[in-house]
């Protein structure tokens, strides 16, 4: 499975263009990476199944505990604080070793249900995304299901849609055999270092939201993406045109249909 992700600003665009991809590519998965306020599943209809979401995560008894710190000392990231020994839920990554490291067996693992991911099928398209339950925290290992589950779909393609450069976007970067960056005014020189950084892929592709941009920034811009490896596509329609076109899911613009087009032949 190729694994395309599409990154940009938020309102940039990013919407639009996977539902142009969605009425063009067979044989898809599309993953929609905003598991606080997922989008995508309002364009598309298809058969639902609903899945729990579970994780195993560190819960300490303080009754046991002596306080030893080897825990901590153990964390290679860093999750548990030195003060309290608390343990950060959001920077755990569950996985288990200052369990292990407890002599005095006052950590264990705890099965906790954080959310759901859920599955939208339509002929030879699927739709995964998911939702978390409220105050839970654990939106990467989430995310991270979603593409574990779309690996084992054996689709040819994975259309996966992040947000900015932030650590969801670069877990997907990090697979990535392709990317799509949606350029806006709004885009500042670091998102393409961080893509970058996050990704060795040569397959990157940028496309143009010109609304609002400055042309001394928009040269800027593309001359620093074109150096990283960037190949210019085409322009988008502006954004005003945009959100109805998402809000119609059905697209007759031709300048967007240009801009998809040219994607689909180079994917
Ligand atoms: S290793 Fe065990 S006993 Fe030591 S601080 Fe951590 S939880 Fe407490
Ligand atoms: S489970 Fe892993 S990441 Fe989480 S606190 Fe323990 S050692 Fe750190």
Redesign the pocket.
């Known amino acids: 499975m190729r694994s395309i992700v599409i990154t940009g600003a938020p309102q940039s665009g990013k919407t639009s263009i996977i539902l142009g991809l969605l009425s063009r590519l067979d044989n898809s998965i599309f993953i929609d990476t905003k598991v606080d306020v997922p989008l995508l599943y309002k364009f598309f209809t298809g058969q639902e199944t609903r899945n729990p979401f579970h994780i195993k995560a560190p819960v ?1 008894n303080f009754m046991v ?8 000392k153990r964390c290679p990231f860093g999750a548990i604080y030195e003060e309290d ?1 608390w343990i950060d839920p959001l920077e755990c990554e569950c996985c288990g070793l ?1 369990v292990q ?4 067996k ?2 264990q693992m705890v099965n906790m249900q954080i959310g759901e991911w859920i599955k939208l099928e339509k002929e030879s398209k699927i739709l995964l995304y998911g939702k978390l339950m409220p105050g839970a925290t654990g939106e990467g290992l989430l995310v991270e299901e979603l593409y574990n589950q779309a690996t084992a779909l054996s689709k040819d393609l994975a259309i996966i849609e992040t947000y900015g450069v932030g650590e969801i976007a670069a877990r997907m970067l990090s697979k990535a055999s392709d990317v799509i960056l949606v350029l806006d005014p709004f885009t500042n020189e670091e998102v393409i270092d961080r893509i970058n950084n996050f990704c060795d892929t040569s397959k990157k592709y940028l496309l143009l939201n010109k609304k609002g941009m400055d042309i001394d920034k928009e040269k800027l811009l593309v001359q620093k993406a074109e150096a990283n490896g960037f190949k210019l596509l085409s322009a988008l329609p502006y954004q005003e045109d945009l959100k109805v076109l998402s809000e119609q899911a059905i697209c007759n613009n031709e300048m967007f249909n240009k801009a998809v087009n040219s994607l689909v032949q180079e994917l």
Do not use: E, F, N, T
Not at 65 to 72: A, D, N, R
Not at 101 to 104: D, I, L, N, S
């Open positions: 300490r505990c002596v306080g030893c710190q080897l825990c901590l020994l200052c490291q407890c002599a005095q006052a950590l």
